[in-house]
């Protein structure tokens, strides 16, 4: 029954239900997502039903309930990246991989989220990938890269953008 | 509690310091509208429709979580806050399907009520099934919109949610008053509603976006019950609209004889609800549920029918009843046998009882009790003697559960034990598999089927200490055991065994057990049984051994005063307590609420009294029987206590009681002492012939259990609760459902 990634309950001899987001966030961190099975553990450790976890966790944006993909990728839909075109971004994003924001592709290969701020309204529109910022970004560039990403191979990171990421990482 | 004083609306008061604004101002009179607030729910203060005007602030808090200070003044009506609560009506209904409002037919709506609903039904065009129910409707032509609504019309586009049996939730109609997941939060200890996602995707919902099964429902429907719009509504009620009558019964599915509240209309029980779902509980979904469906049954008889041939002649009462004397008549009493219901109520048993022994001189009447209690017959007896009311769990510090499985039937047990352990009393439970209680109990005791008995006398021995070597317990046994000992160590303690216990093969060795260790622990064991008026049958002196009181046939005193009340000696003693197995013996069989026995000799004139005709089993007579919330009654409890049911609607067609019955034939046969002409009166004879019947507590008067010597047949094993000879997945369609998802 045990499930060998979920890490070791913070106090395992109380069942305090407050102990439920430090538990939700250890998980998030080092599963990349909250499965159906954690949720069920952590409701028997608890003693508070599952649908109390899972309603506590959907509230909070940093908790996902799908399996990440192999590579992530964020379109921004700030103000600034609205300005610059970023609801194109993101429409390109579902018409290409027919996903959704929140939604993994079928392959597992991309998991796709629109996001509020990036932090580099500058460079506006910016999407990240892997953890990448790509700047000022446009519809043909984006497909490109998804086609890249889509053929698993290594991303080639540009001068500017690795810079960018530094910036975004500082 | 410390008095204060404030201001409402200019007039003085005195209110209690711990108060909210919202309750001062209701005690008083006041009214302010409300949306979220449900009595004795916590304030959630999420509609706003309750803000007030405090002096000396700005801001206009909501009433229901405002606590009340000394000097408070408070305005519950001014144009501003009219005109913010018209606006917080409106931002609701940006959301919210307004046809109801808003339709130019609206006024025509009732008088058209036939042709609306029937395109209600096919094609949904009544807009929603909550028209003129609806809490929110009601408040918007109350406190009225005003101008035109500046916002668009959001639609969410959520699909209905039709997949779950008993009830329908189209979440498009929600406001998100939150009352349903606080109402189910209260009551149970897994909560299946919750609030999922946030911002304006928040919707009420289950983890995963499972169904409610999957989810831990237990289909209690308290949360039906408490919302305030069309988001929620019975499957089975959907669109009958406002009821035009109602009536307190009892729920005779079960030995809890939880009060129902059963609303009517045009004849027909349309809805069944708890009396107060917050003070006393909830109902399970047998009561809040299969009720009105098993009253309504498809296949209910309606007259009288006499077999001919192949075919079934009807016949009127008249007919049927000297159809019925003539039979008896030619009868020898020895060849004559009553079988009744259980679940039937206190008049019909006590009639049925004194039928066969005065006008029939036969001792040959008795419930399937003991067939289906089997061996463990006399200690079922044991038990329901020393019971007491589940009011007893209010104050105890530790329960035991014995093969007692609370997720959909007898769900009421569970919010009391949600009560007790929030109050900080140990939970442990003993069963052979997995279920609703053990994930939440303190010590879960997993026992192998038929093993169960075994842990029960380990604990005994633990009271003083030890666990005896060369048991067959493994280690984690062993400390689970223990553990458990430790949680009982408290005081009192409360034991409650449940149908799977009670009905188990080996159900005698386990109950002693449980008596054993209720001994050493000093401990309150409270049997729930499934049968509707087991102890009432008991009581009435249903079967071969008793008389009315639970007196054996030997007891001389009762004797003497049994009968003297019905001037006539009583025939000479009888010893098999299952006559109706005697094969060939048997000439007339009359079964009440009970299918015959399938071995029964071909010559034999069998008359059934019954709701449906029976699936099995040969029938001459078929007679039609009213339902319990056709006819006033009385039920005894798990616990002895007596309850009252009133009849909510006349009987569907010509049936009739079974006490009605047996008297109409009683008097067509000259007997005397059959002149009754209402369940009261009944009552009274009763009253007479069992001294402290009214008191309703019977606890210790049961003075004779069937000898334990005699030849049971080996129980059947406890699948589901049964009414009146079925299942009850054979009343209510939902629970066939949830049968096949076990």
Redesign the interface.
Known sequence: MDHPNVPPPIQVDDCDPSHLIPLLQRIQQQEGYIS?QS?RQI??LL?????????VA??YSQFH?QKPGKHHLKVCLGTACHVQGGVQLAQEVEKQLSLRSGETTTDGAIDYEEVACLGCCAQAAVVEIDGVIYAKMTTDRLVKKLNELRLHEPLCSGADESSLSALASA | MTSLWMTIDGRVLEVEKGETVLQAARRYGFYIPTLCDYAHLTPHGSCRLCIVELEGSPKTPAACTTPVEDGMIVRTHSPRLQALRSEILRLLLSEHPICCLVCPEQDHCDECMITLRKSGVTTGCRSCPKDGLCELQELVVRIGLEGQSPYPVYYRGYSVEKGDPFFDRDYNLCILCGRCLRVC?ELH??????????GNRTMVG???GRSHVE??CSFCGACVEVCPTGALVEKYSKWDGRADGEATSICPLCSLNCEVHLLTKKGQVINSLPVDLLGKGPLCLAGRFGIPELVNHPQRLKVPQLREGTGWRQLTWEEAAQILAQKLFNCPSENFGLLISDSISNEDLYIAQKFARVVMRTHQVSTLAAQRYGHGFPQVIELLKQSVSLQALDTAQAVLCVGLDTRYLQAVVETKLVQARRRGAKLVTLYTQAHNLS??ADEELLAEPGQEAGFLSALTHLTQGKLPSGRAFSKEQRSALQRASKSLAASPVVILVGSAALESVKNKTLLQAVQALAKALHAIVVPLISQGNLSGSLMMGAYPHLLPGGFGLDDEVQRQKVMGRWSTPLPAISTDPLFWRQGGRLRVLMTIGENPPKDLPESAFVITQHLIPPAEGRVDLLLPLAAFSESNGSWIDYAGVMHIGHAAVPPLGEALPAWQMLCKVARSMGARGFDFANAEEIRAEITRVVSGFWEGATVDRFHLAIGSDHKLQQPLRAADLEYLSYPLSYWVQGWQWLQTQR
């Open positions: 159906e949720v409701a028997r003693k508070i039903s599952e649908n109390h976890i899972y309603g959907s509230f309930f | 939060e200890f897994a909560t299946t509603l919750t609030y999922v996602e946030r289950t983890a995963f989810a831990g994930f939440f």
